[in-house]
């Protein structure tokens, strides 16, 4: 592993930046991502930011239950993360499409459209659990930096 890509790994695991994708949530899911990175729970301490455009982003944070409408917006967002990236999940309408499971507009649950690394309970999960989930996720995308720089130099 060169200096260079432990530098970018550890800086991934120590701060990762987010995307924020809503689709089709009731928004209070939203507003609890929102509120984990206000002063009172504080995620930028952990050197979380908030990204306004997917390029820029390390991890995919996806809230709602997946309509019909946004489901093409969701695979195009995370197909502009770049590589290596992670996934969340947040509250129970991405993970099982919660309330809404037999509406007719609903394609979720997410993993059913894009590959999910965490997955975080709740309707809505409190700002502490979400940052848990943020966390694990810099965790998994540390570790999927280092393999994908293993089979790159292994590669002739
Ligand atoms: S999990 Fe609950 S709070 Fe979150 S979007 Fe679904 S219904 Fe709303």
Known sequence: MTLVSRIVGTCRRRSPWLFHMNSGSCNGCDIELIASLTPRYDAEQLGVRLQ????????????????????????TVYGQVCEPKAVVAIGSCPASTNAFIDSRVIVGPLDRQIPVDVFVPGCPPRPDAIIQGIVAAAGILAKRGKSSDAERKAKP
């Open 52 to 75: 306004g455009s997917p390029r820029h982003a390390d991890i995919l944070c996806v809230t709602g239950p997946v309509t019909h409408t946004s489901v093409q917006a969701v695979k």
